[in-house]
């Protein structure tokens, strides 16, 4: 069965909206026209191959539904790549975060650490040499007494007023 052009045409109106409907349910609505216009285009290549009319509609549907497939498995992998790539987005942009910077923190710590050391060097002698031994150097009451020459009660007045200035000037430090 050799198709002539008119025949074509002739073909294309009468079985064109039966593939256009069958590919919708394949593909995207965008996807249709250009779909059934392959399939088209893919009998119009075969014409001369043809040996009946039956066969010419199955080859269209298998025409239609192959490049439907094809276009099916591409929308997969492009939506596919781009969940993947908005994750890795979203990971970096966490990354990056200035709450999740490492570099960051760093340079807020040590300017925090300034902050408090600025304010226990204002501190009176025998305050801050009683609040260093005691929390920067993990000593006991007594084992400063005994360094101080004073009694337990001293040492724990001086560590007092010492947390007293520090959590009014510095507005955050808990008591130990």
Not at 90 to 95: L, N, V
Request: proline share 2%; hydrophobic share 40%; glycine share 4%.
């Amino acid at each position: 069965m050799n198709i002539t052009e008119d025949e074509f045409r002739l073909i294309f109106r009468e079985l064109y909206p039966d593939m256009a409907y069958y590919t919708s349910h394949l593909v995207d609505p965008d996807e249709v026209k250009d779909i059934v216009q392959e399939g088209f285009i893919e009998l119009w290549k075969h014409r001369d191959s043809m040996t009946d009319r039956d066969h010419l509609k199955a080859f269209l549907y298998k025409a239609v539904y192959t490049r439907a497939l094809n276009v099916a498995k591409h929308q997969a992998v492009v939506r596919g790549y781009s969940d993947d790539r908005r994750r890795i987005e979203a990971r970096r942009m966490e990354y990056y975060h200035p709450e999740h910077n490492d570099v960051i923190r760093y340079m807020e710590n040590k300017e925090l650490g300034k902050q408090i050391d600025a304010a226990i060097g204002e501190l009176p002698e025998k305050c801050r040499q009683a609040f260093v031994m005691s929390y920067l150097h993990g000593m006991k009451n007594k084992e400063i007494a005994a360094v101080m020459d004073v009694s337990v009660r001293t040492v724990n007045v001086h560590v007092y007023k010492a947390l007293h200035y520090l959590r009014n000037r510095l507005g955050f430090l808990k008591h130990k």
